[in-house]
């Protein structure tokens, strides 16, 4: 299991990754950037996650993210209910 961290800014954010806890030592992290397609998409700039993926969000309280990254070889998705921090 994965603990993910999305942390946004007007047009810009920060996505952590992390195994199993969010007291875990980061797995990788990277960049968010907000697209013409409304959604974040993904530039690692730490560890060996998959880079170039694509969040998006519909909802509210609490946001149902979605998660999609596709290559060659194939797509990987992942889906999570996501809650504002204060």
Known sequence: ????????????????????SSSAPI????????????????????????DDGLWTFTGTGPLHGLYVHSTTSGTHTVAGDFHLKS
């Open 1 to 20: 299991m994965w603990h993910v961290t999305l942390e946004f800014s007007g047009a810009t954010g920060k996505a952590t990754y992390r195994e199993n």
């Open 27 to 50: 797995y990788c992290s990277g960049n968010l950037h907000l697209n013409d397609d409304l959604g974040w998409r993904e530039e690692i700039t730490v560890g060996r996650c998959v």
